[in-house]
C-alpha cells in the first residue's frame, strides 16, 4: 500500500530540508515548485499566460519569467497572487496527480507531495492542495522568530521585508493547528532528522 503525505511548511521553516530527508529515506518526493519551473520555461504556453495576466514586466530581456517581478506582484497584491494561483493551480495538480500515479505503479511506500501553500488551499478549499488527496498532512514548524532570521540570512533581506513576505501567507501557528503531524525544525539538523525518519518508518509501511 502507498501511503501519500502532504508535506508543507512557512517560509525558512525547512521544508526543503525536511523533503531532501525523505528522498533519501526512499520516499517519492514530488515538488510543487519545481513542477512550477518546468510548466513556466521559456516559450511555454503558461508563460505566455503570465505575460498576458501581468504584462511584459513579468518577463526578462530574454524572454523568459523574471520571477522576482512576478513574485513582488503576487506578494503585494492578494487580487494579483488570487489570480497567479487561479493561472497555475489546476496546471500543477494535474500534473503532480500524473506523478503520483506513476509512482504508485512503481509500488513506492510513500510519496511526498511538497507543496508550499498546502494548508492556504486547504483552508479556501480551493487550489492544488484542494484537488489532492493525501493520507496525513505534516508541517515542518519552526518560529515565526527564527523564520524572519533565517530569511534575513538566507535572502539578504531586511525584517520589514521579511514580515511582509510572511504575513502574505497563514502564520506558522495556524499552520500547526491544521497539520496532522509536526516536525519542529527549530532545533538541531540531527533532531530534525531524527523526527522525520521515526514519521517514515511509521508511514512508509
Not at 526543503?16 to 518526493?29: H, I, P, R, W, Y
Not at 479556501?124 to 515542518?140: I, P
Amino acid at each position: 500500500m502507498t501511503t501519500v503525505v502532504g508535506l508543507s511548511g512557512g517560509i525558512a521553516s525547512g521544508k526543503s530540508t525536511v523533503a531532501n530527508l525523505f528522498k533519501m529515506l526512499g520516499a517519492a518526493v514530488i515538488d510543487a515548485d519545481a513542477i512550477v519551473h518546468e510548466l513556466q520555461s521559456p516559450g511555454s504556453p503558461v508563460l505566455a499566460e503570465l505575460a498576458a495576466a501581468f504584462g511584459p514586466e513579468v518577463l526578462d530581456e530574454a524572454g523568459g519569467l523574471d520571477r522576482a517581478a512576478l513574485g513582488d506582484i503576487a506578494f503585494r497584491d492578494p487580487k494579483a497572487r488570487a489570480r497567479l494561483g487561479a493561472i497555475m493551480h489546476p496546471k500543477v495538480a494535474a500534473e503532480m496527480a500524473r506523478r503520483m500515479a506513476d509512482a504508485r505503479a512503481d509500488g513506492v511506500a510513500l510519496i511526498v507531495l511538497d507543496i508550499p501553500l498546502l494548508f492556504e488551499g486547504q483552508k479556501a478549499g480551493s487550489g492544488r492542495a484542494a484537488q489532492l488527496a493525501f493520507d496525513k498532512t505534516v508541517l515542518v514548524y519552526a518560529p515565526e522568530a527564527i523564520q524572519i532570521e533565517r530569511q534575513m540570512v538566507r535572502d539578504g533581506c531586511d525584517r520589514a521585508e521579511a514580515l511582509r513576505r510572511i504575513a502574505a501567507q497563514l502564520s506558522i501557528e495556524e499552520k500547526k493547528g491544521m497539520a496532522d503531524v509536526v516536525i519542529d525544525n527549530s532545533g538541531r539538523p540531527e533532531e530534525t532528522e531524527k523526527q522525520v525518519r521515526a514519521l517514515y518508518d511509521d508511514l512508509a509501511v
